[in-house]
């Protein structure tokens, strides 16, 4: 069995190549029970968790744990620690232990590209950025090779990293413009692709602010009561999903406007793996706002860290 630490994944993985991986199999077969996410804490301040996600396709089998510590960052550790179990679909030889952190973050940034394919306008330029953490670089990044993007504009809270990621930005990329903003609202209405990556409890978006046309990622919660979004938003957007069962369960950004009876799971247009079986723009017009939660699945963890065992081997 071959253990595979951060350093070996991030020399494995590009961009759009994952992006087309993760693409070819959410059109395949799989299996994708729903995952488990454990509190463990009684405190509901406290957000400190765990979470097994299993899947299989095909050539695998696979299962991430990981950890979830949301004030490590106090401490100057990493909110998230994760490991990757891989074993052999034709007979369950156990095949590589992943580091899975790195694979999250490059993941969670190819999934926001690859629905960006088929909910983003064709035409899209101009991208809002909000966060500055470990996926800010790989969301971007992603996003640049998916689209003919010119100018990218970050929010975060701290001005520091603000401007450390606008430099290495304006280093990797001397061709597109990249600036930042602080008022969020009025930029939110001069973009064609927002994606929001933040810790954020109450909402950072709001319905009232974003663009006809606009396509809206929001991938920083997973928990019940926080959101990245207003409600106003989620009713005036068509919204997808990653997974039903994952999302309708954990994601403040529905959930709430479901308890305001302002939004219902029936009202969900589909999740990733129909997206990509239809193959096309899932778009009903150029004003269509088109709104994307993630929370995160096992199944895209499962063919990034296949992709990767495959270059190693």
């Known amino acids: 069995m071959k253990i595979i630490d951060a ?3 991030n020399q494995a993985l590009d961009f759009p190549a994952l992006i087309n991986a993760l693409d070819a199999g959410f059109r395949q077969d799989f299996g994708m029970p729903q995952r ?3 509190s463990l804490s009684e405190d509901p301040s406290n957000h400190d968790g765990f979470a097994v996600l299993p899947a299989w396709n095909e050539d695998v089998v696979g299962v991430k744990a990981f950890t979830y510590f949301p004030d490590n960052g106090q401490q100057s550790l990493p909110t998230l620690f ?3 179990l891989l074993f052999s679909r034709k007979d369950g030889t156990p095949l590589a232990m992943i580091d899975g952190t ?3 973050y490059w993941r969670t940034a190819a ?3 690859l629905a960006s394919r088929y909910l983003a306008r064709p035409e899209s330029m101009r991208m809002l950025l909000l966060g500055t953490g470990n996926l800010a670089l790989p969301i971007i990044k992603a996003h640049i090779s998916e689209h003919a993007i010119s100018h990218v504009v970050v929010w975060g809270r701290r001005s520091d990293k603000v401007q450390s990621l606008l430099q290495t930005l304006r280093n990797m990329y001397p061709h597109i413009g990249f600036s930042t903003t602080s008022d ?3 930029t939110a209405g001069q973009v064609d692709i927002i994606v929001s990556a933040t810790g954020a409890a109450e909402p950072l978006l709001f319905g009232k602010d974003v663009a006809a046309g606009c396509y809206v ?3 920083g919660n997973h928990s ?3 959101r990245e979004c207003d409600t106003e938003l989620v009713c005036k957007s068509s919204v997808y999903v990653d997974y039903r069962q994952n999302v309708l369960r954990e994601a403040g950004e529905l959930l709430i406007p479901i308890s305001e009876r302002r939004f219902a799971p029936g009202d969900v247009k589909g999740d990733l793996a129909e997206l990509c079986r239809v193959g096309r723009s899932s778009r009903r017009d150029a004003e269509e706002i088109t709104l994307f939660k993630s929370v995160g699945t096992a199944l895209s963890d499962l063919i990034c860290a296949k992709l990767v065992l495959d270059s190693v081997v």
């Open 224 to 226: 019940q009561d926080r």
């Open 217 to 219: 990622d929001l991938l």
């Open 184 to 186: 969020v609202g009025a």
């Open 82 to 84: 994760s490991k990757i």
């Open 7 to 9: 350093t070996q994944v």
């Open 111 to 113: 999934v926001s590209a």
């Open 102 to 104: 790195s694979v999250t």
């Open 36 to 38: 488990q996410v454990f």
